[in-house]
């Protein structure tokens, strides 16, 4: 082919055979080489001018130089003048030689090319082209490089001589540049860069570039190489039969080849198309303008479908026409063909308004119909480039069609684009559904291009054995498609909806509008098809792993608002979840969710796993692999074959389906009620007649006269029958279902019923199958709940009632169609039946299901479960208020933590102020929102709060709480950095409760610790129970009192330990009280059992500190209003309720009325009232330590002495007469008196007007009232109150002066021990007086301690007074047992005198002594707080540190052996004063008898305090308890007991008096005149006697007795 403005001869055109026409007797196209050189010749006459190549040779190895050498000579300016004569009119690079591993290769730069000689004899490595090569392997060593192509060199003869100067010639240029890149965006921006490049472009003074087209891409196409055109290029007529074309040839050219071509015959414009390679007739010098339309094929390789997506928004956004060059505009740039991989290989589609030709069709097996000559998807890519046109003009055959104008005209075709998207994610696919209903259309491509919708037609996935195939709405597959890729439901109307495999012939869903039935091309379709109303079933596989994500579908699909429009014609009428399926071990067991059932084919495929009833199941072992998975009951598929044609009648949820399961309708007048529906089935072996399908049919009818009675007569005898009746027949021979209802249910009995029915339908001509009998057991009583309203946080227990003779099996529990086993959750026990679920929230709502099998029976029962939402949120915070050193360098934590029903509806945050603080929240059973708070720089105290929303359906709501930062300066006084943090004295800090509790403890810094004032921890279960009291209604009260006992009565310890929580529980009751209406006996149980909790003797401390606050001092008599409240709502009946503290009577109040209850007794005489009124009693037997003692009289120190006995008529009692059992039996001022709950300023006390004592025995007392309401009986002690005090005086200051007296005594003792314990007598008397003194001082000391530590009338503090109580009562039993001890001591010296046999060693007295005097006392003790104090019956809860009476009678453990020493004492003192009055007869029997009476005064005044005996007084305090003389004598005696051990037992003796004299002897002389006055010897004396007298026995008794006596005296 010529260039431009160059032409061959006629000759050459003659002789070579033109390849276009002779124009002036020249071409420009040949198909053949001249063997004669004759090539192209400038058509002008030449004008020769010498143009001279210089080569210069320049050795590189950095490309970049080269490249710069390429800019540099493209960019200097020619011509350069070298001198007058010579100019540089340019310089080019013309060849580039390089290594290429075996020596060098040479490559031409554009334009140039080597000589037909350097060819051959370098071996060429590309084609020789017009005797011209551009490429040769090796270095020419002759210099021979590369010449321009305007001259080539094509023999190795010289050339022709030319002349000097050629004429001057405008020629144009084709230069052919090859750039290897493998980045589509290189490309793309090399074609930007054309496009937008400024053309001309000047060169040099004589040379310009007027454009710069990209002509020709190649690309690898997996079996070599393909070559493509760009827009208005082709290739020649030649190329593309020498390189297999891609395209069709069209006008001699086609655009695409299978092959790179080795001669460089590249793309050439089509404006001269080279299209035979004969001489072409002359034509003229300049072609006429001809307006042409090119379609570029451009092939994209991406694996990213958002990046083809890109693609065509950008295309479609892309402003058209668009100028490219002066000539040239893009009229517009489309999508045409997306292949991608099917497994199998590849399959291409087209875009819309775009098809590939028929010859392409049916090389390469379409995947779609072929309609009018053309087919849209092909099951591979075109090796020839034929990918899709647009159907404007359509490929059809393989010849070259007609030529076609320039401008089509304008068609409205409406186009099916068949895209294919890869995802493994289902929500990609749920929001492509999305965003194809919401997208607007119709939706403009181009001026006449428009979109007017996208649907999705079909969503594969994998289903274990290969793939599965199911169209979406309106979309079916063809029936061609469905038979070759096995349907997985069924055909109807020639087309499935569900297919076993992935069409490899990209034979997808079409619209239902025009089905595809057969593999012929359908006839034409109308652009708009008839709007018709069709109902779909769309099967949706998700595959997840997480229970709670299914349990959240169910809850969406529960919840979402149907029907939901999709686009104007489509709307979603609802969403099931049908079929859920789970690994079960063994493989996957598929289970139907409610009203869903399988196939009786699928069934008997699949094994099931439950019976196959009415010719279906719910349960499969195995995913089936045709896609049958659940139906709707309603329209059970039953048989293998397709069904019948069904007919859509009316609007989109109306359906009428013609099957073959026909249900016979129930009278109208059948309200029969049974506990247990069993839904049975048995079959008739008859081929099954459709006639039996239609209820109306006389067949029908026939069968149900015959089978029903039958029915009745056999099964009427089961024990608890109703009824039985026929439900209807189904294929599979014939099945006949009936209903059987009954009150129980023995699978034993039914079995033989059934044996019996088979006979009896034999007989009749009915041949039944025996064996074929099966039942569903639908169990109708609810589930028996421990909470009837479920609340947040609760754990909740559902029993199954099940027939009595199917109890002991095991069963299985569903929660939303998916079994559940013991875990963490959920934990399960038989017999009966019960499933506890921990923690209930919104998650847990859904259907819970218990199934048992046992025989030929089923028995299931299954109930809807929520979670109640009208609890609000509960909001925690870590603390409330802390103190934080000013200025420390750190971050306060702060946390926040939300519980609600549905934590998912809940966000949080923390604010300071408007700012929100950053924070990490974290999610489990409740929402926690945490944040690291940096300490500011001000030290001003500071608020944060926490923000939550909680979104409902229609409102948002947003709460708060507030924390509150206090700053102080210096060290901290107090630290506790894992609960109060840090402060200074006092300071107070607010934190958050422990586990399980809401609220907040309070504690302030005192003396450097912190010390607990406020405590409002309240049980979480029982705050959610209060918040939701706050919407509570009548009707709900009954199920809202029966779940607060459940609670209560499950964690009371819990609820008697905390004071919070009582006070939450006493809110609740109050609202309770103020709703209730007509309180049922049922109802009114329930609010015992939980008031029984809260007086409980457990709850006995935390009563004392409600008691003892001011702020919560009224709780107890809001309690007791409430309950009188409640009462007056009672139901009209009569019912009696007993629990363990509380008894109820409501009967009918007749004149007189009376009644006893429990230790009380009433009597209403004739008031002059109707008769037949209700009468409400209530008695309390634990509210004496409920209720304070606070009363209008003057008195402080009353207790409750009977019950509380609450009375309600609802009329006014002007006269009521109430006897009591006193409790504390003891005498004491007994007061009637009853609550008011006015006074004190509304928080109630006791009030004793209107009532006073009538009457009073020693166990009982009777009052008289003119009213009603709550009474009790109160006493206070006989002594009055200004006796109580100076007792107090008394006692305080004696045991004060004993105190002091004992250490004189002990310091005296120790003074004069070695002188006065120098013989074993006197040693263990003074050992006795020693431990004495000792044991009553430190008892004292103790008695002190107890009474600091306790408040009469207000709780003990346990471990305090216990260790107080403990000690009192050892010293004081040792006290007496040393009293014992030294008793016992004179006993032996005064009665064993003269028994040699009775004297024992010293040390064998002391242990004796010891062990009597202190192991007694240990022992006692020891056993009386291990019995008592593991029951709080140790010491005294509301008195002084000492032990218990009324609980335990602990008290005994004193008083008795305190009681036995006394009266020993007493006896032992009676039998010395005996021996001591024994007179011998003799003559000084008068001066005797004088000194007996000294000798037993002195006895009695010294051994009294000695022995103990002055605390028999005690026994004369119970004995006349209202004589305040005995109270203050023994008070007196008792309290200065130390100071008579020191006066008698000590100062007394003569042996001590002297002891202590001797020791000083400047008074001697005292001690002289003290021995002459002193009142006689002394025990020891008495002791010393005895003992010569051992030695030297007197012959008068009488005489020794009185010696005895005198030494008496001085003890």
């Known amino acids: 082919m010529c260039e431009e403005r160059f032409a061959l001869s006629y000759d050459t055109c003659l002789a070579y055979t033109p390849c276009d026409g002779i124009i002036q007797s020249t071409c420009r196209c040949i198909n053949g080489i001249p063997v004669d050189g004759q090539f192209c010749h400038p058509q002008p006459p030449p004008k020769i001018d010498l143009d001279y190549d210089i080569n210069i040779e320049v050795t590189v190895s950095d490309i970049a130089v080269i490249n710069g050498l390429r800019y540099l000579l493209a960019t200097a300016p020619f011509p350069y003048p070298l001198t007058n004569s010579i100019e540089e009119t340019g310089v080019n690079l013309t060849t580039v030689c390089y290594p290429n591993g075996n020596g060098f290769q040479c490559m031409c730069e554009e334009r140039f090319a080597l000589s037909y000689d350097t060819c051959l004899a370098y071996t060429p490595c590309d084609d020789i082209f017009q005797g011209t090569c551009r490429c040769i392997n090796g270095i020419p060593s002759d210099g021979q490089f590369c010449h321009p192509q305007s001259s080539p060199m094509t023999t190795s003869t010289p050339p022709t001589p030319r002349t000097t100067v050629a004429p001057k010639i405008d020629l144009d240029y084709d230069i052919n540049i090859e750039v290897t890149v493998s980045d589509i965006a290189v490309i793309n921006g090399l074609r930007y860069l054309l496009a937008t490049a400024p053309f001309p472009y000047p060169l040099t003074n004589s040379i310009e570039e007027t454009g710069v087209n990209l002509t020709t891409v190649c690309y690898p196409n997996g079996n070599g190489f393909q070559c493509m055109c760009e827009e208005r290029f082709a290739l020649s007529y030649d190329t593309c039969l020498a390189y297999t074309p891609c395209d069709d040839i069209f006008q001699g050219t086609c655009r695409c080849i299978n092959g790179i071509p080795s001669d460089g015959q590249f793309c050439h414009p089509q404006?001269?198309?080279?299209?035979?390679?004969?001489?072409?007739?002359?034509?003229?010098?300049?072609?006429?303008?001809?307006?042409?339309?090119?379609?570029?094929?451009?092939?994209?390789?991406?694996?990213?479908?958002?990046?083809?997506?890109?693609?065509?928004?950008?295309?479609?956004?892309?402003?058209?026409?668009?100028?490219?060059?002066?000539?040239?505009?893009?009229t517009g740039v489309n999508l045409t063909t997306v292949c991608y991989p099917n497994g199998n290989g590849f399959q291409c589609m087209c875009e819309e308004r775009f098809a590939l030709s028929y010859d392409t069709c049916l090389a390469y097996t379409p995947c779609d119909d072929i309609f009018q000559g053309t087919c849209r998807c092909i099951n591979g890519i075109p090796s020839d480039g034929q990918f899709c046109h647009p159907q404007s003009s359509p490929m059809t055959t393989s010849t070259p069609p007609t030529p076609r104008t320039t401008v089509a005209p304008k068609i409205d075709l409406d186009y099916d684009i068949n895209i294919e998207v890869t995802v493994s994610d289902i929500a990609v696919i749920n929001g492509l559904r999305y965003l194809l209903a919401t997208a607007p259309f119709p939706y403009p491509l181009t001026n006449s291009i428009?979109?007017?919708?996208?649907?999705?037609?079909?969503?594969?996935?994998?289903?274990?054995?290969?793939?599965?195939?199911?169209?979406?709405?309106?979309?079916?597959?063809?029936?061609?498609?469905?038979?070759?890729?096995?349907?997985?439901?069924?055909?109807?109307?020639?087309?499935?909806?569900?297919?076993?495999?992935?069409?490899?012939?990209g034979q997808f869903c079409h619209p239902q509008s025009s089905p595809m039935t057969t593999s012929t091309p359908p006839t034409p379709r109308t652009t708009v098809a008839p709007k018709i109303d069709l109902d779909y079933d769309i099967n949706i596989e998700v595959t997840v792993s997480d229970i709670a994500v299914i349990i959240g579908l169910r809850y969406l699909l529960a919840t979402a608002p149907f029907p939901y429009p999709l686009t104007n014609s489509i709307e979603e009428t609802g969403v099931n979840l049908t079929t859920v399926c789970y690994p079960n071990?063994?493989?996957?067991?598929?289970?139907?969710?409610?009203?869903?059932?399988?196939?009786?084919?699928?069934?008997?495929?699949?094994?099931?796993?439950?019976?196959?009833?009415?010719?279906?199941?719910?349960?499969?072992?195995?995913?089936?692999?045709?896609?049958?998975?659940?139906?709707?009951?309603?329209s059970p598929m039953t048989p293998s074959t397709p069904p019948t044609p069904r007919t859509t009648v009316g609007p989109v949820t109306n359906i009428t389906t013609l099957t073959s399961n026909t249900t016979a309708a129930r009278p109208t007048t059948t309200t029969s009620t049974s506990d247990f529906t069993l839904e049975m089935s048995f079959k008739i072996l008859l081929a099954f007649d459709q006639h039996l399908a239609n209820s109306s049919s006389s067949m029908f009818k026939t069968f149900k006269s015959d089978i029903e009675p039958t029915l009745t007569k056999n099964y009427g005898n089961l024990n608890g029958f109703v009824e039985v009746y026929v439900l209807g027949f189904r294929n599979g021979s014939v099945v006949t279902d009936f209903v059987l209802k009954a009150n129980s249910v023995n699978s034993t009995a039914i079995a033989t019923l059934n044996s019996k029915v088979a006979v009896d339908l034999q007989a009749q001509g009915y041949n039944v199958d025996p064996t074929s009998f099966s039942g569903v057991i639908q169990g109708n009583q609810p589930f028996i709940k421990n909470y009837d309203i479920i609340y947040p946080g609760t754990t909740l227990q559902l029993t199954c009632v099940v027939p009595v003779t199917m109890q002991m099996g095991t069963g299985s529990w569903s929660v939303n169609g998916l079994p559940v086993s013991n875990n963490a959750k959920y934990s399960i026990t038989n017999s009966p039946p019960t499933l506890t679920v921990q923690d209930m929230s919104g998650g847990d709502n859904g259907i819970y299901m218990f199934t048992m099998t046992q025989s030929f029976l089923t028995f299931t029962h299954e109930e809807s479960i929520s979670v109640t939402d009208v609890v609000p949120p509960i909001i925690q915070l870590n603390m409330l208020a802390t103190n934080v050193p000013c200025g420390a360098n750190e971050n306060i934590p702060l946390e926040c933590c939300v519980t609600y029903y549905l934590i998912k509806n809940v966000t949080a945050k923390w604010m300071d102020g408007s700012v929100e603080i950053p924070s990490v929240q974290t999610t489990t059973n409740m929402l926690c929102v945490s944040a690291a708070y940096p300490v500011p720089n001000q030290c001003n105290t500071k608020e944060l709060t926490c923000q939550v929303i909680v979104k409902k359906i229609s409102t948002t709501q947003t709460l708060t709480k507030n924390v509150t930062l206090m700053f102080f300066s210096g060290a901290p006084d107090c630290k506790d950095p894992t609960t109060y943090g840090l402060g200074k004295n006092g300071n107070t800090s607010t934190v958050s409760c422990p586990a399980n509790f809401t609220g907040s403890r309070t504690a302030v810094c005192e003396n450097g610790t912190w010390t607990l004032v406020e405590d409002n921890c309240v049980f979480s279960i029982i705050k959610t129970l209060e918040l939701f009291s706050q919407s509570l209604s009548p009707a709900n009260v009954s199920s809202f009192v029966n779940d607060l006992w459940v609670t209560t009565t499950n964690y009371t310890t819990i609820i008697t330990q905390s004071p919070a929580t009582i006070i939450s529980i006493v809110n609740i009751l109050r609202k309770v009280a103020s709703v209730s209406q007509n309180i049922s006996k049922t109802s009114m149980q329930d609010v015992l059992e939980t008031v029984s909790v809260l007086v409980s003797a457990q709850a006995k401390e935390s009563w004392a500190g409600l008691n003892s606050n001011n702020r919560t001092q009224n709780t107890s008599s809001a309690l007791l209003e409430s309950i009188e409240n409640i009462t007056h709502s009672l139901s009209s009946n009569s019912f009696t309720i007993i629990t363990t503290n509380?008894?109820?009577?409501?009967?009918?109040?007749?004149?007189?009325?009376?009644?006893?209850?429990?230790?009380?007794?009433?009597?209403?005489?004739?008031?002059?009232?109707?008769?037949?009124?209700?009468?409400?009693?209530?008695?309390?037997?634990?509210?004496?330590?409920?209720?304070?003692?606070?009363?209008?009289?003057?008195?402080?120190?009353n207790s409750i002495n009977g019950i509380v006995l609450l009375a309600y008529v609802n009329e006014t009692i002007n006269n009521v007469s109430l006897t009591f059992d006193k409790t504390n039996k003891t005498k004491g001022n007994n007061q009637c008196v009853f609550w008011n709950f006015k006074i004190f300023e509304g928080t109630g006390g006791w009030d004793s007007t209107g009532c006073k004592l009538d009457s009073e025995t020693n166990v009982s007392v009777t009052c008289s009232c003119n009213h009603l309401t709550s009474f009790s009986i109160l006493m206070s002690p006989y002594v009055p109150e200004y006796i109580e005090v100076a007792l107090n005086y008394i006692t305080y200051i004696g045991v004060s002066i004993s105190m002091g007296c004992l250490v004189l005594c002990l310091i005296i003792e120790a003074f004069v021990w070695s002188v006065v314990t120098k013989n074993s007598t006197s040693h263990m008397r003074h050992v006795a007086i020693v431990n004495i003194a000792l044991s009553l001082l430190i008892a004292n000391i103790w008695f002190i301690i107890g009474a600091a530590v306790s408040n009469v009338g207000q709780s003990t503090p346990k471990n305090a007074c216990s260790a107080a109580t403990f000690f009192i009562h050892f010293f004081y039993l040792a006290l007496f047992f040393w009293m014992l001890?030294?008793?016992?001591?004179?006993?032996?010296?005064?009665?064993?005198?003269?028994?040699?046999?009775?004297?024992?060693?010293?040390?064998?007295?002391?242990?004796?002594?010891?062990?009597?005097?202190?192991?007694?006392?240990?022992?006692?003790?020891?056993?009386?707080?291990?019995?008592?104090?593991?029951?709080?019956?140790?010491?005294?809860?509301?008195?002084?540190?000492?032990?218990?009476?009324?609980?335990?009678?602990a008290l005994l453990a004193f008083v008795i052996p305190a009681l036995i020493i006394v009266v020993v004492n007493l006896l032992i003192l009676i039998v010395v004063l005996f021996k001591t009055l024994m007179r011998g007869v003799g003559e000084n029997r008068q001066s005797d008898e004088k000194n007996a009476l000294v000798v037993i005064a002195r006895c009695v005044a010294v051994l009294t305090p000695i022995f103990g005996i002055t605390w028999g007084l005690g026994i004369g305090t119970m004995v006349a308890p209202a004589n305040p003389g005995v109270h203050i004598a023994f008070t007196i005696f008792n309290s200065l007991q130390g100071f008579f051990i020191l006066v008698f037992g000590t100062l007394l003796d003569s042996k001590i008096r002297s002891a202590v004299v001797g020791r000083f002897s400047f008074l001697r002389s005292l001690s002289s005149r003290t021995r002459s006055t002193s009142a006689g010897p002394s025990l020891s004396s008495l002791a010393e006697r005895i003992k010569r007298r051992r030695q030297n026995v007197s012959a008068s008794d009488s005489s020794t007795s009185l010696r005895a006596s005198d030494a008496l005296i001085s003890a």
């Not at 001269?272 to 570029?296: C, E, F, Q």
């Not at 869903?596 to 719910?618: H, M, V, W």
């Not at 006893?1156 to 209530?1178: D, R, V």
């Not at 003790?1421 to 009678?1449: E, H, M, S």
């Open 271 to 330: 404006s001269s198309p080279m299209t035979t390679s004969t001489p072409p007739t002359p034509r003229t010098t300049v072609a006429p303008k001809i307006d042409l339309d090119y379609d570029i094929n451009i092939e994209v390789t991406v694996s990213d479908i958002a990046v083809i997506n890109g693609l065509r928004y950008l295309l479609a956004t892309a402003p058209f026409p668009y100028p490219l060059t002066n000539s040239i505009e893009e």
């Open 1142 to 1197: 509380i008894q109820l009577n409501k009967t009918t109040l007749t004149f007189p009325f009376n009644e006893a209850m429990n230790s009380s007794q009433i009597l209403i005489p004739s008031q002059g009232l109707s008769s037949n009124m209700a009468i409400t009693t209530i008695v309390f037997t634990t509210l004496d330590f409920v209720l304070p003692n606070r009363t209008t009289g003057n008195s402080t120190n």
């Open 1381 to 1449: 001890v030294s008793a016992l001591l004179l006993f032996y010296c005064t009665v064993m005198v003269f028994s040699r046999m009775s004297h024992m060693s010293k040390s064998t007295m002391m242990a004796i002594a010891f062990s009597v005097g202190y192991g007694a006392p240990l022992i006692i003790a020891i056993i009386t707080i291990a019995v008592t104090a593991p029951k709080n019956g140790y010491f005294r809860q509301d008195d002084a540190c000492w032990l218990n009476w009324y609980q335990t009678k």
């Open 450 to 505: 428009e979109e007017t919708g996208v649907n999705l037609t079909t969503v594969c996935y994998p289903n274990g054995n290969g793939f599965q195939c199911m169209c979406e709405e309106r979309f079916a597959l063809s029936y061609d498609t469905c038979l070759a890729y096995t349907p997985c439901d069924d055909i109807f109307q020639g087309t499935c909806r569900c297919i076993n495999g992935i069409p490899s012939d």
């Open 585 to 634: 071990g063994n493989g996957f067991q598929c289970m139907c969710e409610e009203r869903f059932a399988l196939s009786y084919d699928t069934c008997l495929a699949y094994t099931p796993c439950d019976d196959i009833f009415q010719g279906t199941c719910r349960c499969i072992n195995g995913i089936p692999s045709d896609g049958q998975f659940c139906h709707p009951q309603s």
